[in-house]
């Protein structure tokens, strides 16, 4: 059953200089599930809140793509691109770390080879606690 598309629009007039109204996530969701509802259409919402149905239809794309997920626990969404960015960094972190990780396992193999050939003295490293 269909709601009878005469429903009264009432155009909201921002009173701030912004030409936008702003809306919270919460806002947006509630909305975009109200779009499920039996016998609701997008165009029918949109009407009901005075705004666009394209954007409407935009919410609920990024709501059907996960985008609004962490909205129901209040974290902020980061976006796909920033994401990917991040992963690449920690995967360039990790190659580094590894490299220097060798690295200190050479250089101890190296004082471990030169004391047994009497090049450096037995006496403890300076700084370095756990390396006999």
Not at 24 to 39: D, H, I, R, S, W
Request: charged share 35%; aromatic share 4%.
């Amino acid at each position: 059953m269909k709601k009878s598309s005469s429903v009264p629009v009432k155009p909201e007039v921002p009173s701030s200089p912004e030409r936008r109204r702003r809306r919270a996530p919460a806002e947006k969701l509630a909305m975009v599930e109200e779009t499920y509802a039996p016998g609701h259409t997008v165009s029918y919402v949109a009407r009901k809140h005075g705004i666009n149905p394209s954007q409407l239809f935009n919410w609920r794309r990024a709501y059907e793509g996960g985008a609004m997920s962490g909205i129901e626990a209040e974290d902020k969404v980061v976006p796909a691109a920033e994401m990917k960015k991040l992963q690449e960094r920690i995967r360039r972190l990790e190659r580094l770390l590894g490299q220097k990780t060798e690295d200190v396992e050479i250089l101890k193999e190296a004082i471990r080879i030169a004391r047994e050939k009497k090049l450096i003295s037995r006496a403890p490293l300076v700084g370095v606690e756990d390396f006999q």
